[in-house]
């Protein structure tokens, strides 16, 4: 279904398992992964078979980052005349636009752009070998990119954004935990059986009441006020409320039973 070189993706029912692959690199970005993700992401809006996206790397790490090595190798993209910055911002566009929820499983290193990969991610599940950290400001650069000063404020405030952005330092999984960046850490060797879970429970809701849910806290962080973010809600919830499986999650609660839903 998919043939990519940088990237894979295994399809198991409704849940895709995306795999950063340039293990040898550390799953570092270049112009090839920006063009495969770009083009995965962007497919996923009108995708009614995917309700799942698992966001993971191979190897040793999650993500380092751009591929600083392999900068310029190939012809830079458009990028909405931005070049390879804009290129690159766009995927982490497409990946809150698209309604499938992204479980992020995160071990070793996820620095820079890996970084905003989780970030841009609905859940977070780190192994305990996770580091993450905005490089950006290392390298002579603001670390004001790929979405991370809209992200980070809005998971663990503007104080601890502003420790981890001005000074480049990493957080490590326990202090992750501690301040909300992410969900659940576990032993390495167990991340995918902590994403099960969640996969599991989402699964067991009705498709467009997931895809609905992700939209409307996409909205609500940004609502100007509580009644902006309420008439989303109720839009959505009207447009549930018209489905055949708002019908059978309602019957199954009455009859103690597990709903069997169908609307994708």
Same mark, same amino acid.
């Given at each position: 279904?998919?043939?990519y070189? !940088?990237?894979s993706? %295994?399809v198991?029912g409704?849940v895709h398992y995306? !795999?950063?692959n340039?293990?040898?690199?550390l799953?570092?970005?270049?112009t090839?992964?920006?063009?495969? &993700?770009?083009e995965?992401?962007?497919?996923? =809006?009108h995708n009614?078979?995917c309700?799942?996206v698992?966001? /993971?790397?191979a190897?040793r790490?999650?993500?380092?980052?751009l591929?600083? /090595?392999?900068? @310029? %190798?190939n012809e830079?993209?458009?990028? @909405?005349g931005?070049?390879?910055?804009g290129?690159?911002?766009d995927?982490?566009?497409k990946?809150?636009r698209?309604?499938?929820p992204i479980?992020s &499983?995160v071990?070793g290193? +996820?620095?820079?752009?890996?970084? *905003? =990969?989780a970030?841009?991610?609905?859940?977070r599940i780190g192994?305990e070998s996770m580091k993450?950290? +905005?490089?950006f400001?290392k390298l002579?650069?603001?670390?004001?990119?790929m @979405?991370v000063?809209?992200f980070?404020?809005?998971?663990?405030?503007v104080s601890?954004?502003? $420790?981890?952005?001005m000074?480049g330092? =990493?957080?490590? *999984?326990?202090r992750? &935990?501690?301040? @909300? &960046?992410v969900n659940?850490?576990?032993?390495?060797?167990e991340?995918d059986? +902590?994403? %099960?879970?969640?996969i599991e429970?989402?699964?067991a809701?009705?498709?467009?009441?997931l895809r609905l !849910?992700?939209?409307?806290?996409?909205?609500a962080?940004d +609502?100007a006020s509580?009644e902006?973010a309420?008439?989303? %809600?109720?839009?959505n919830?009207?447009?549930?409320?018209g !489905?055949?499986d708002?019908? $059978?999650?309602?019957q199954a609660?009455i009859? /103690?039973?597990?709903?069997v839903?169908?609307d994708?």
């Amino acid at each position: 279904m998919y043939d990519y070189k !940088t990237i894979s993706v %295994e399809v198991r029912g409704g849940v895709h398992y995306l !795999t950063l692959n340039r293990p040898d690199m550390l799953n570092a970005i270049n112009t090839e992964m920006v063009g495969e &993700l770009s083009e995965y992401f962007g497919g996923l =809006f009108h995708n009614r078979d995917c309700r799942i996206v698992v966001m /993971k790397g191979a190897g040793r790490a999650f993500c380092a980052g751009l591929d600083i /090595k392999a900068r @310029g %190798e190939n012809e830079t993209p458009f990028g @909405g005349g931005f070049g390879f910055q804009g290129y690159l911002a766009d995927v982490y566009i497409k990946m809150r636009r698209c309604p499938q929820p992204i479980i992020s &499983l995160v071990q070793g290193a +996820a620095c820079g752009g890996g970084f *905003a =990969f989780a970030l841009a991610s609905d859940i977070r599940i780190g192994g305990e070998s996770m580091k993450m950290n +905005a490089a950006f400001i290392k390298l002579g650069l603001s670390a004001c990119d790929m @979405g991370v000063s809209y992200f980070l404020p809005r998971l663990v405030g503007v104080s601890i954004a502003s $420790e981890l952005m001005m000074t480049g330092r =990493f957080i490590h *999984a326990d202090r992750a &935990l501690a301040v @909300g &960046l992410v969900n659940q850490i576990v032993p390495d060797a167990e991340l995918d059986s +902590a994403g %099960e879970v969640f996969i599991e429970e989402m699964l067991a809701t009705s498709p467009m009441g997931l895809r609905l !849910t992700k939209e409307g806290l996409n909205m609500a962080v940004d +609502a100007a006020s509580l009644e902006a973010a309420m008439a989303i %809600e109720n839009r959505n919830q009207v447009l549930c409320a018209g !489905t055949e499986d708002v019908k $059978e999650g309602m019957q199954a609660f009455i009859e /103690k039973r597990k709903p069997v839903y169908k609307d994708a």
